[in-house]
C-alpha cells in the first residue's frame, strides 16, 4: 500500500494489487491509525476492480476515524479512480452516498 501526505493535511492512499478485501486490513489500517483527525484522505482505487464488504467496512472506518463521531470536523474521505463494479458495490451497501467517489 502507498501512502503519501503530497501537501499538509491531505493523505493519499493507494492500495496495491487488483483487490481491496480483508487482506489488506492491517496495512490499511497503519494508514490512518495514529493520525489526527479532521483530514482530507484520497483513496486511489486506480487499480482496484473488486472490493468486497470488509473492503467497505475498512472505508467506513476510516471515515469514522477521522471524524471521531463529530461531523463538525469536517474530515473527508475521496475515492477516486473507482471502476464501474466497486461503484455499484459501494451503491448496493448504501454507502456511497458516504464518500465523495470520483
Known amino acids: ?6 501537501e499538509p ?3 493519499v492512499v493507494a492500495p496495491k494489487g487488483k483487490k481491496f478485501t480483508y487482506d489488506l486490513q ?3 489500517r497503519k ?6 483527525t479532521g483530514l482530507r484522505y ?7 476492480e473488486y472490493i468486497d464488504s470488509m473492503g467497505a467496512y ?5 471515515r469514522e476515524h477521522n471524524n471521531k463521531g463529530d ?5 473527508e474521505v475521496r475515492i477516486i479512480n473507482a471502476k464501474k463494479p466497486v ?8 454507502i456511497d452516498s458516504l464518500f465523495f467517489v470520483k
Open 9 to 11: 493535511g491531505k493523505i
Open 58 to 62: 475498512m472505508l467506513l472506518m476510516l
Open 31 to 36: 494508514a490512518f491509525y495514529k493520525k489526527k
Open 87 to 94: 461503484k455499484k458495490v459501494l451503491a448496493s451497501l448504501r
Open 1 to 6: 500500500m502507498r501512502i503519501s501526505e503530497r
Open 42 to 48: 484520497v483513496i486511489d482505487f486506480k487499480n482496484i
Open 71 to 75: 461531523e463538525s470536523l469536517q474530515g
Open 26 to 28: 492491517r496495512s490499511f
